[in-house]
Each structure stands twice: as C-alpha cells, then as structure tokens.
C-alpha cells in the first residue's frame, strides 16, 4: 500500500507560479510511475503530468506542455509539480497518483493510488 500527501494548493493571480509536493510513503517509492491529474467540477478527470520510475523521461498533456514542470525526488520520497504561467482554466483539484504500468500513464485508470486534491485556483 502507497500513502500519497500533496500540499501546495491555493489562490493564485493569472500568470503567477505555484508548486504542488506529493509526499508517499509505504511501498518502495522509486518503483513506481507518478502521475498528476486535474478534475474541474462538471469536467472529466484530465491528465496533467507523469514521470517514470527512474525519473526520465516525462510526459505533460497538451494544455500544460511548457508551462508546467514535473521531477521526483527519490531520496524525499516526492514528487512536484511546478506550475508556471497559469491561467484561469487551469483552476481545477489536482491529484497525484502513483502505479505501476509501461505506456497507460494518461489514462487514470492505470493507477491503483491517489492522494486527497489540493485545489488550485487562479483568478482572472
């Protein structure tokens, strides 16, 4: 079993910056694909971010490429989500998830654990 803690949400202005830390603890960390994934109320759960197991390479959805940066921390057990440049429709709860999979790392489906959200927000 994998304990997934994020921390980072908040309120922030268009164009601002924010960082999201998922903090795991349980089974061996370094196993496993970490993902990020946002949810909009009335909108299906949208892939945002993943990394592999030993860190290379990443993988961002369309909406995010070259905005937002995601990296572990193997020695932490932690993983983060920089989000730079955000905009008002980036405003959604984000999860980080972990699993083990070779090439389903979009499909939410793929991961068996899940943090709690943080929400992020970004005002106009």
């Known amino acids: 079993q994998v304990q997934l803690v994020e921390s980072g949400g908040g309120l922030v202005q268009a164009g601002g910056s924010l960082r999201l830390s998922c903090a795991a603890s349980?089974?061996?960390?370094?196993?496993?694909?970490m993902g990020w994934f946002r949810q909009a109320p009335g909108k299906e759960r949208e892939f945002v971010a993943a990394?592999?197991?030993?860190?290379?390479?990443?993988y961002y959805g369309d909406s995010v490429k070259g905005r937002f940066t995601l990296s572990r921390d193997d020695a932490k057990n932690t993983v983060y989500l920089q989000m730079n440049a955000l905009k008002p429709e980036d405003t959604a709860v984000y999860y980080c998830?972990?699993?083990?999979?070779?090439?389903?790392?979009?499909?939410?489906?793929?991961?068996?654990?899940w943090g709690q959200g943080t929400q992020v927000t970004v005002s106009s």
């Open positions: 998830a972990a699993g083990i999979m070779y090439n389903t790392y979009r499909n939410s489906y793929a991961y068996d654990y």
């Open positions: 990394v592999s197991q030993n860190g290379f390479p990443t």
């Open positions: 349980g089974r061996t960390f370094g196993t496993y694909t």
